[in-house]
């Protein structure tokens, strides 16, 4: 196993062909892996466990589709790991970056069980995505209220409040 730096457009080439023709879950991981990089480099932390994780962080949304008729977290948190596990075992990545990483898809939907730098750059990576998904009704005032509450690290903050304030 190496530990070199995981070659990011093998990575995303192993993403897009798992979702196949699921366009919006590749937009989505591309976006995320996007922000986690863009946090990251302010922040710090595992740039193999921040790229993979962002990367790879819904893999198990289809599994969890077809086993459960449900597209739901915690689904997504079980069905994740084993998969994101197979694609970084293929690209010859350590062991313990792979651990991480199947660790931090395995709690993505719940702060506060792995309080790790890469998890919180991984969530709030993921929180920028789904709130511009899910925020523009809001007024300036409950973003600002939601942004204070949910993100996790002061670069994740900074870019929220430049993209929705």
Do not use: W
């Not at 740039?47 to 962080?57: C, D, K, Q, R, T």
């Not at 993505?108 to 750059?121: A, S």
């Not at 007024?139 to 209220?145: A, N, P, S, V, Y």
């Amino acid at each position: 196993m190496s530990s070199a730096k995981i070659d990011k457009d093998k990575l995303i080439a192993k993403m897009e062909a798992y979702f196949g023709e699921d366009k919006r879950r590749i937009k989505h991981a591309h976006t995320v892996a996007d922000y986690a990089l863009e946090i990251h480099e302010s922040a710090g932390g595992d740039y193999n466990v921040i790229l993979a994780a962002g990367a790879l962080h819904d893999i198990g949304i289809h599994e969890a589709e077809r086993k459960y008729q449900s597209c739901a977290g915690r689904y997504q948190e079980i069905e994740g790991p084993p998969i994101a596990r197979d694609i970084l075992e293929q690209m010859n990545v350590a062991e313990e970056i792979i651990n991480e990483v199947c660790e931090i898809i395995a709690h993505h939907h719940n702060p506060g069980i792995i309080n790790t730098l890469n998890f919180r750059t991984l969530y709030d990576a993921d929180m920028l995505v789904n709130l511009g998904d899910e925020g523009r009704e809001y007024d300036k005032d409950k973003m600002q209220r939601i942004i204070d509450k949910t993100f996790l690290t002061p670069a994740g903050k900074k870019i929220a409040q430049e993209l929705f304030l």
